[in-house]
């Protein structure tokens, strides 16, 4: 059985742990709710957008055009792999680089670039045969709006200027607190709407200027909204896991701690019963 010292220092150790992860389980709530207010506020306007692209489509006359509608034949790919900064947040890293790293499976290097948002992704390829095009870190799991416009306008200048031919995301889609969906999705080129999805009442639309500059000015707009929706899923899906991780490290932390101080108390009962019974065995000893 082991010393009592060594079990006491150990009970202090882990107390020590449970009030760590008890503290982080409380910041990751803290900014789970306000990732959450962000994702209330961007997810409303991307499908507004969502709603007046397929108006505008639908109204346009003739075949809608714009370049980030363009397909072209796929010799280049690029994979945007949305990560976080930190860990202790379970499986949520792990999942992401298996899913990034399955996409990968079939595919030759001088065919695929990689953009790595998030220290744990470029942690993982840094040291692998892909090439990174651009690393996006220190986040610490906040939205920043002018980093990421900073991305979109690298992904889609490589993306006008033929650099590449397809932009591949692979992000978590928040769905609950307890939730989420590891989704994979074109960013572009933008699929376009189809007339079976257009609306159902029919409006008259005047296009004031011509449909191209209004698609001119509206598919920025729409490739910038996308990507902070993703980035706010992912971001919300980051604390969520981590307020989780550190819930069950602290019930953890707290059953060892029970544990620990029964087996505690049973050494020293033991101990206190040897030196019983070595003062009555003296005793003993003296009267005879």
């Known amino acids: 059985m082991p010393a009592l010292r060594d079990v006491k220092k150990r009970i202090r150790s882990v107390v020590s742990t449970r009030q760590i ?3 982080m389980e409380m910041v990751a709530a803290a900014k789970l709710r306000k990732a959450q207010m ?6 409303p ?36 792999l949305i990560t976080s900064d930190r860990g202790l947040c379970g499986s949520f890293n792990t999942n992401l680089i298996r899913r ?14 990689i953009v790595v948002v998030g220290k744990k992704a470029f ?14 870190l220190d986040w610490s799991g906040n939205l920043n709006y002018t980093r990421a416009r900073e991305m979109v306008d690298f992904l889609t200048q490589r993306f006008l200027n033929g650099e590449t031919d397809q932009i591949v995301l692979i992000y978590t889609q928040f769905l609950s607190t307890v939730r989420y969906r590891i989704t994979e999705k ?10 079976s999805e257009a609306p159902t009442s029919h409006f008259e639309y ?23 929706t993703a980035l706010a899923d992912s971001f919300a899906s980051e604390h969520g896991t981590r307020m989780i991780a550190m819930g069950a490290a602290t019930k953890n932390a707290g059953e060892m ?9 049973k050494a020293r009962q033991a101990a206190i019963t040897k030196e019983l019974l070595e003062i009555v065995s003296g005793a003993e000893a003296l009267k005879g």
């Open 123 to 136: 942690d993982f390829f840094k040291r692998r045969k892909w090439k990174i095009a651009a690393k996006y």
């Open 45 to 80: 306007y991307s499908e507004k957008l969502d709603h007046i692209l397929q108006h505008l489509s639908a109204a346009a006359s003739g075949e809608l055009s714009h370049p980030f509608f363009e397909k072209r034949p796929v010799h280049k790919q690029t994979l945007v």
């Open 100 to 113: 990034a790293s399955e996409w990968l499976q079939d595919k030759k290097p001088e065919e695929v670039e």
């Open 38 to 43: 962000k994702i209330f506020q961007v997810r």
């Open 206 to 228: 005047i296009f004031e200027p011509s449909p191209e500059q209004i698609f001119a000015g509206l598919m920025p707009r729409y490739a910038l909204t996308k990507m902070i």
């Open 21 to 23: 992860t008890k503290a």
């Open 186 to 195: 074109i960013y572009l080129p933008v699929e376009k709407p189809a007339s």
């Open 257 to 265: 701690i029970d544990t620990l101080t029964l087996q505690y108390n």
